[in-house]
Structure formats: structure tokens, C-alpha cells
């Protein structure tokens, strides 16, 4: 019996057919899913996201202006969404990073609610729930961070 497929019978292993599949292939996809997932929020937040606000685009601007944050709010804003997108991506901060960038989400939603008049709440709150399974399903590695900080100190 091979590491990724169940026992197949006479008639369904000539004809090329796999029964049923392990646990370690279903395993395996979701890992590539959940990494997938990684990567495509990495560049959300690191690309229309942070970009905008690290070079000071005319609407990202305009909107801290608004809050009365002004560019150093903005530039802050920015960085911390860019440094959370490189975290994603570094096994050890997985589970951090999705934490921290979800509650930076919770912030955006709060103001746009407050000032912008919810005009793009959602898209906080969408985020929000990838940032959630990745935090939650790559929660093993807070330990090993744990591990590495005390070793530091």
C-alpha cells in the first residue's frame, strides 16, 4: 500500500482508478492551499495596500488627511501592512502575522465606520477571515517563537 492511496481491488487497478485517498494527500493540499492563501494575502496587503501608502499615492493622502493622521500615519500605516505581508511569508511568524494584521483590520473597520461612513467596511471584515485560518492553522509555530525569543534572552 503506496503513502497516498488506499488499498485499490483487481478491477479498480487495472482500470487506474484510486479509491480513496490518505489522509497525508488530503494533507498535503491543504497545506498548499493554506500557503496559497498565504502568498495571495502577502500581496494584497504588500502591493494595493502598503505600496500606495509608502509612496504617498494622492488617495491614500487624501484619506489620512481626512482622519487628521496625516503622513505619518500613513507612512506608519503602510509599513506596518508591508512588514505583515513579509511575515506571512517566514514560517515562524505565520500565526503572529495573521494576528497582528487582523487586528490592524479591526482598526480599518472601526474607521471606516466612524469616518468614512462604511463606505468600505466590508473589506476589512472579508480579510479578516483568511487572517483567522491562517492564524489559527499555523498556531503550532507560535511555540517554536516562543522558543527562539527566550533562547534570545
Known amino acids: 500500500m503506496s503513502e497516498t492511496t488506499a488499498p485499490v481491488t ?3 487497478a487495472s482500470a487506474g482508478v484510486v479509491v480513496a485517498e490518505s489522509a497525508t494527500a488530503r494533507g ?3 497545506r498548499i492551499a493554506l500557503r496559497g492563501l498565504q502568498v495571495l ?3 494584497i496587503y504588500a502591493i494595493p495596500s502598503a505600496l500606495p501608502k509608502l509612496i504617498a499615492h494622492p488617495s491614500a493622502a487624501e484619506s489620512f488627511e481626512k482622519l487628521g493622521w496625516g503622513s ?3 507612512y506608519t500605516i503602510g509599513a506596518l501592512e508591508l512588514a505583515g505581508a513579509v511575515a506571512l511569508l517566514i514560517p515562524v511568524l505565520q500565526s503572529v502575522a495573521a494576528m497582528a494584521l487582523s487586528a490592524l483590520m479591526v482598526g480599518a473597520f472601526v474607521v471606516q465606520v466612524a469616518v468614512f461612513d462604511g463606505q468600505y467596511a466590508a473589506t476589512p471584515l472579508i480579510l479578516i477571515v483568511p487572517l483567522a485560518l491562517i492564524a489559527w492553522a499555523r498556531r503550532g509555530h507560535n511555540a517554536d517563537l516562543l522558543r ?3 533562547r534570545r534572552a
Open 72 to 74: 505619518a500615519g500613513m
Open 28 to 30: 498535503r493540499r491543504a
Open 41 to 43: 494575502l502577502a500581496l
Open 148 to 150: 527562539l525569543l527566550r
Open 10 to 12: 483487481a478491477a479498480s
